[in-house]
Every structure is written in C-alpha cells, then in structure tokens.
C-alpha cells in the first residue's frame, strides 16, 4: 500500500506519489477532466489517496483498497464517488513536489524503481504546475 492517487489514461496508468497536500487528488481530478472535455481520449480513476500496488513479473499493477474504491477527494466539496478502473498497469510515475524536480532533469531523475519494476518517472519541483507537465510527458509519449 502506498500513499498516492493512480489514474488510467488510455490503457496505461499513472501512480501520483507526493506528500499530504501535494496536489495527488487535484492532479487525479484534472485528468479525469480532461477526458470528460476531450483533452485526453480515455481517462477513469483507479484509486486516490492509497493505492495497492503489487509486481507481477516485470509489470507494476495498481488497484484501490476496498474501503475507498471509487472515492476521490475533491478539495473543498469533500468525498466523490466514480466510476473506477479495478485493476490497472502502472506505466508512468509522477512525483509531486520533488526535491529532484529541475527544469532539466538529469537521466538518472527521470526513472525509477519500485518492486524492482523500473518506471519512467516525472519529478515535479514544490510549487510547479503538474497538470501541464503530465499532459506534455503524455503527448510526447503518445508521438513516439
């Protein structure tokens, strides 16, 4: 169990790390967002605020702890509840306020691993704007 929110876009999931107030909830609702609005084609909540997250083979997979599948905070309104994806391929990291976060991040910032799965990584500096960050990773990924 982890403290983080993983969304599925497309057919990969992302796994939002980053401490208490981060922005883990805001980020997870902006996408889903953005696929109610056309930004992005498909995008359903996998879990927020604690995801199970286990190995299998190679393959890093995500899924919500029972008392809180299909629940999201949503700063200010309280609790949610969606629709969810329940089980999903972890196929990207974000982590929110990072230490590491530069504005040319070295190699070695822009991976990591977890459960011995190694994972393309985002380090998104205190204070910087996820959102379009993550949108810009995933439309770079989506053109290669």
Known sequence: ???????????????IRGPSGAGKSRLAFALLDAARTGILRY??????DRVRIFAAGDRLLAAAPETTQSMIEVRGLGIRRLDCEPLALVDFI?????????RLPAASACETEILGVRLPRLAVAAGEEAFPLVIARLSSAAAV
């Open 94 to 102: 974000v982590d929110l306020a990072a230490t590491d976060g530069a």
């Open 43 to 48: 995008a359903r909540l996998v879990a927020d």
């Open 1 to 15: 169990m982890v403290h983080a929110s993983a969304v599925l876009v497309g057919e990969r999931a992302l796994l």
